[in-house]
């Protein structure tokens, strides 16, 4: 059985900066793809970033390109999403996912494993 864990969520104001981190347990975690989603009340989960280890890619929604990176470490199972110069709209719960065999990973329905989410609050 996967397990996803998220950590690091938090409070921060405007223009700080945050790391989330995603522990992977249960399946060979350099199979996957990984994503990290954001979702707030009464809206759609939304593509945060995106990377598939196989073909080094890596991708981000527009709304937080050159603020957030996200990376994986394979040796400890862990992806991890860098999050910098903060802004209010980016309060959301934060979720990651892994998916199995679908490396579109822009769609948050291909994702077969998703961990519990952790709040990301900043504050004006």
């Known amino acids: 059985q996967v397990q996803l864990v998220e950590s690091g969520g938090g409070l921060v104001q405007a223009g700080g900066s945050l790391s989330l981190s995603c522990a992977v347990s249960g399946r060979a975690f350099s199979t996957y793809a990984m994503g990290w989603f954001r979702q707030v009340p009464g809206k759609e989960r939304e593509f945060v970033a995106g990377i598939v280890w196989s073909g080094g890619v890596i991708d981000y929604a527009d709304s937080v390109k050159g603020r957030f990176t996200i990376s994986r470490d394979n040796a400890k199972n862990t992806m991890y999403l860098q999050m910098n110069a903060l802004e209010p709209e980016d309060t959301a719960v934060y979720y990651c996912?892994?998916?199995?065999?679908?490396?579109?990973?822009?769609?948050?329905?291909?994702?077969?494993?998703w961990g519990q989410g952790t709040q990301v609050t900043v504050s004006s």
């Open positions: 996912a892994a998916s199995v065999g679908d490396t579109r990973y822009r769609l948050a329905r291909v994702y077969d494993y």
